[in-house]
């Protein structure tokens, strides 16, 4: 057997550290500045590689990692195996029954923003192959190769996104991560139809037996695989040493997964992704061992993968402002139109279907794998390849900022975007009664509801059962037809009896109108005012400010 | 109480009687008619078999309609309830069905996807029936779940349970990747702390919304697979009975394969489960 000689294994070492070390270093950076560490560890890449390295000290660039040789196969090793398990863990998170449980929505938006921009690059590929770096002689395999590679959407990206914008547990967030596992899944069962394209040529099968090779393992893992694990996982972590032995067995089984694929023609991660799908399904597998499994994955594995991608292209040499320009204008704007489509059929609103359409445009790491196959098979240009690694650090860029703008006119479920200086009234009011009739006549204005109905339902409600919380906060509240909820604040001179938890008497009245067709809202609302005036002496600070504005003020700067 | 017409679904089967009994307990406590469903050809023998086994579950003349239905298992079942306007359908049921016979449907698990009715099925029925015990019911904000809470909160006032918790679960998908891209383990906690705060806040105004503020009845949060969490919880903590919502829509053969929320429920049965409809 041909070992690695000890300068070699010295090369390999440092090269190996200053890749890890670099990558985490700029993913920590970006990560200080609310940014995807995903960008710091391929710029980390760009700096160490050909673009940078290289063209300051060639030598010792290609004395650290070289193109050719033991070496250069040691590190492609070692970045075969990170995107493999880098795989295995997004798979993790593609949980086919959320798609099921978010029903048609999801479906329509997942399938919309996967065939748009498939159909539109696919075609424009073949219209004008050179926008794409390709040329007359380019292929249906190069057509299908722009359509998928527009197609795809980056989960952690958008999971990321949501869960910063506070939309993760909206229905409308629980909606964009339904579409994505769909479109992800759907997008990796054509990336393998295109893998087999490709692969045919280096194995034995034919493309149609490859393609049938293909769904029969995906049926297998999903469905036998699938169940064995379910069976077997609670047995494996009483009996055997945890997370340990669980931890080894996903490991195995992700290599040997990958090792089949790899033999029938589809690229290694393929078998990843599905055995991921398959794990990760799992309601034995515990939270503890994924979470393990994930930082493992997610910092070592991850940089040293995106790191290689900087090394292996000149990013200067390389750019060609014609392939970035088709790129980020036919990947950002198909996907866009695409999903924002779905979500009109689906029955989202216009600001909704923004929000969808701009948050499934982030890309990832999908993409990146994709095109890296592409290259190594020779079907696409480095050019093109940098335009997708640039499409990739733009929309991590843009997808949050464009979100939050037009989430801004959807996000209905913080208080803080219903407190307004215009809704905050000071009275010297002392009946319930009277109270109530008065809010309820404002709250008319603003919403154009009737206030004689408004009356009755508030009091209606009140009536039934007194809205006194506790530390002279009050809720009267009511379900009525309106879009987007509204809070009334009046400030009483002295208490009124509405029957408070600890017998104070109340003071601060908040009337609370809600969206009668998403009950949800309501509990959201009550639940969040009830939170903020939970504790006594924040009470008696806001009975202490003497305007609206500073009262709005104070609050929001508590919340 | 919500039920006025409960239906039995009687067969010839080892708990037969068991169900019989159960079922002419609940119509005496709930004071609602009771009205027995049998699916098969009429004749002298079988009619004299279930005679027997009525007079065995100590059901008097007179306390019963008795109907016979013919064809399709299910089929006749679910017509007889609503052409009877039965508003509660009770069965027996395996807790837990072999793997072929779940992804093809028994007649018990296809009733519970199909009902038209709410339904309360028995996976140990007694001759001699016991009180409910341990109430828990489910809520996930949606329609129809307030009729959920209130059943279980009826039943638990007029069968004298010892305790009603009301559990409300939630799961986040893609939660675990998030860590991929700039999250931390630190970060992800705090978070579900704060969501599972959130979600006690609302489950206590949810209940003060439906009027309900007994403060013995217990409130839990759960983060996790929805379904299978609060089945788990309620098999741990040897729960009499579980009250869960219908379905909103027919759950289908891909909804066994990759199993969520209602059939996660009824893959495997806890001793009781009512389906409210």
């Known amino acids: 057997m041909e070992n690695l000689g000890s300068s070699e294994v010295t090369r390999f070492l440092i090269a190996i550290s200053i890749m890890l070390f670099l990558g985490r270093t700029f993913g920590e950076l970006f990560r200080q500045i609310k940014q995807a560490s995903v960008i710091g560890e391929i710029i980390a890449g760009i700096l160490l590689g050909p673009t940078l390295l290289g063209s300051f000290f060639p030598e010792f660039q290609d004395w650290l990692f070289p193109t050719s040789g033991v070496l250069a196969i040691a590190i492609d090793s070692i970045t075969t195996l990170s995107v493999i398990f880098l795989l295995l863990v997004v798979g993790f998170e593609i949980d086919l029954s959320i798609v099921l449980q978010q029903g048609k929505a999801a479906l329509i938006i997942g399938l919309t923003g996967m065939m748009v921009p498939f159909i539109i690059g696919y075609g424009v590929a073949f219209g004008f192959p050179r926008i794409f770096g390709g040329d007359e002689n380019s292929n249906y395999i190069f057509f299908f190769f722009i359509g998928i590679s527009l197609a795809i959407s980056a989960l952690p990206i958008i999971a990321r996104t949501l869960m910063d914008l506070n939309l993760f547990k909206s229905k409308l967030g629980m909606t964009i991560m339904a579409a994505v596992i769909f479109n992800d899944f759907a997008g990796w069962l054509v990336f393998s139809v295109f893998l087999s394209l490709i692969g045919t ?69 393929f078998g990843a992704f599905i055995f991921g799908i398959a794990a990760g399904d799992s309601v034995h597998l515990k939270e503890r061992t994924r979470e393990i499994l994930n930082q493992f994955v997610t910092n070592i594995f991850a940089p040293l993968f995106f790191v290689s991608i900087g090394l292996q292209f000149n990013f200067i040499q390389s750019f060609d402002p014609v392939i970035v320009a088709a790129v980020l204008i036919f990947g950002s704007l198909t996907k866009i139109i695409g999903c924002g489509l779905g979500s009109r059929i689906a029955g989202f609103g216009k600001s909704e279907s923004l929000t969808i359409g701009f948050a499934m445009n982030a890309r990832g790491l999908l993409e990146i794998v994709l095109a890296l196959v592409a290259f190594n098979a020779g079907i696409i240009t480095s050019e093109l390849i940098v335009a997708i690694v640039i499409l990739v650090l733009f929309s991590s860029v843009t997808s949050s900022p464009a979100v939050s703008y037009f989430a801004g006119s959807v996000k209905i479920f913080s208080i803080k975007d219903l407190l307004d200086v215009r809704n905050v009234i000071f009275t010297d009011i002392r009946d319930k009664k009277n109270l109530i009739r008065e809010m309820c006549n404002a709250a008319a204005q603003k919403t154009k509801l009737r206030p004689i109905e408004l009356f009755t339902l508030v009091w209606g409600r009140e009536e039934q059962l007194p809205t006194g919380i506790q530390n002279y906060l009050a809720i009267p509240h009511a379900k009525v037809d309106i879009q987007r909820p509204v809070l009334l604040i009046y400030i009483l001179k002295e208490t009124i009896d509405f029957q408070a938890f600890d017998d104070k008497g109340s003071r601060i009245i908040c009337l609370l109108l809600s969206p009668a067709n998403n009950p949800e809202i309501q509990l959201n609302m009550l639940a969040q005012l009830a939170e903020i005036f939970k504790d006594l002496s924040f009470s008696q600070k806001v009975l202490e400010m003497k305007t609206p504005s500073e009262l709005i003020s104070f609050i929001r700067e508590h919340i | 109480m919500n039920f006025s017409r409960i239906g039995l679904a009687v067969t010839f089967s080892p708990t037969g009687v068991a169900l019989l009994s159960e079922a002419y307990r609940l119509s005496k406590l709930l004071e609602a008619d009771l009205v027995l469903i049998h699916v098969g050809e009429r004749g002298e023998s079988l009619e004299n078999k279930l005679k027997e086994m009525i007079i065995k579950a100590g059901i008097s003349d007179g306390k019963y309609d008795l109907i016979w239905a013919k064809g399709d298992p299910v089929r006749a079942i679910l017509s007889a309830v609503s052409e009877n306007n039965i508003d509660l359908l009770l069965m027996g049921a395996l807790e837990k069905e072999k793997s072929i016979n779940y992804y093809l449907g028994s007649i018990a698990r296809k009733i519970m996807r199909e009902t038209v009715s709410s339904i309360l099925i028995f996976t140990s029925p007694s001759e001699n029936p016991e009180e409910f015990g341990e109430i828990f019911a489910v809520t996930n904000y949606l329609e129809g779940c307030e009729k959920v809470i209130s059943t279980a909160y009826n039943l638990a006032k007029v069968g004298k349970s010892p305790s009603l918790t009301v559990i409300r679960e939630f799961q986040l998908p893609g939660l675990g990747i998030t860590v991929s891209d700039s999250g931390d383990l630190e970060e992800i906690e705090k978070n579900r702390e704060r969501w599972i705060a959130e979600e006690k806040e609302k489950l206590n105004f949810f209940l003060l919304e439906l009027n309900i503020s007994d403060p013995d009845i217990k409130k839990v949060v759960l983060f996790g697979k929805e379904g299978w969490v609060a089945n788990e919880y309620a098999k741990e903590k040897n729960a009499g009975l579980l009250v869960v919502s219908a379905p909103k829509r027919k759950p289908g053969f891909f909804d066994r394969i990759f199993t969520h929320d209602f059939e996660f429920t009824i893959k495997e049965l806890p001793k009781r489960l009512l389906i409210i409809k």
């Open chain 1, 201 to 269: 040529k280096s194995h034995s099968l034919e493309i149609h037996n490859t393609i049938l090779v293909t769904l029969l393992f995906v049926m297998f893992l999903l469905t036998i695989v699938r169940k064995g694990i379910h069976k077997f996982l609670p047995w494996i972590q009483s009996r055997l040493s945890w997370p340990g032995s669980t931890i080894s067995l996903l490991m195995i089984l992700t290599l040997l997964s990958a090792a089949f694929t790899e033999v029938i023609g589809i690229h290694a991660i």
